[in-house]
């Protein structure tokens, strides 16, 4: 089973509005962090924002915020207020704490394609 | 400009060639990442080093490939006999102990075109 699923490949909005970009995980361990990165089109991977397993409230960073469902195991971003510059590759990972291998690593899902439209 | 660096950030070799990339990680940081990522595919991961220590080797590195960090600073993913299916981006990226959330940072990436 993938450990994190993008559901939707591309997504659409039009400037100034929200958009929710979904992620699902799956993990046995307790103890678990996920992470979302931007990729524009220069290639660079950008973190954006982390949810720790433990947190009691949702992350958020600016016009960033993750809407996390423990039960559902779902991670989604929420991108407030589009931008035009906001229009790249977004990708959810999740790092897990007691993998057996290195817990320090990430895995990332296959990611969405996000283009604000003006 | 204190981030990940990589170079070189292009490479267009045949096919059977070899090729080095070189990462040069954000100075304080002990933990060092490698990983590929091929169009429209999430970065897969490679390879992880703590200082000079090589902990982890994803199967995706085949005997083909080899990553060295001397001395703990810099590290170098070498592929041998390069192959159309080697083609994608080379991600590097680094982590230190001094940041909580465990977040890696990313260089531009190289990418490698096998012909």
């Known amino acids: 089973a993938q450990k994190i699923t993008q559901t939707q490949p591309g997504m659409f909005v039009q400037e100034k509005e929200a958009v929710t970009l979904d992620c699902t995980y799956d993990t046995s361990d307790p103890s678990y962090g996920l992470f979302w990165y931007k990729q524009p089109s220069s290639g660079e991977m950008i973190f954006l924002i982390y949810?720790?397993?433990?947190?009691?409230q949702n992350a958020t960073e600016g016009r960033y915020s993750l809407n996390f469902q423990k039960a559902r195991k779902s991670a989604n971003l929420v991108i407030s207020a589009s931008q035009l510059g906001d229009s790249a590759m977004y990708f959810c990972a999740m790092r897990e704490f007691n993998s057996g291998g290195s817990n320090y690593k990430l895995t990332f899902g296959k990611g969405t394609l996000l283009t604000v439209n003006p | 400009d204190t981030g990940v660096s990589q170079n070189p950030r292009h490479k267009i070799t045949k096919r059977g060639q070899n090729v080095t990339f070189r990462c040069d990680p954000i100075s304080e940081h002990n933990r060092l990442y490698w990983y590929r990522q091929t169009l429209g595919q999430g970065p897969e991961f490679l390879t992880y080093?703590?200082?000079?220590?090589?902990?982890?080797k994803s199967r995706l590195l085949s005997d083909r490939f080899s990553a060295e960090r001397p001395k703990g600073s810099f590290s170098t993913l070498e592929i041998q006999r390069t192959e159309q299916g080697d083609s994608a981006m080379y991600l590097c990226?680094?982590?230190?102990?001094?940041?909580?959330?465990?977040?890696?940072?990313f260089g531009e990436g190289s990418r490698l075109t096998v012909l």
């Open positions: 990226a680094s982590s230190g102990q001094g940041v909580s959330t465990g977040e890696l940072f």
């Open positions: 080093f703590q200082n000079e220590a090589q902990l982890e």
């Open positions: 949810q720790g397993s433990y947190d009691q």
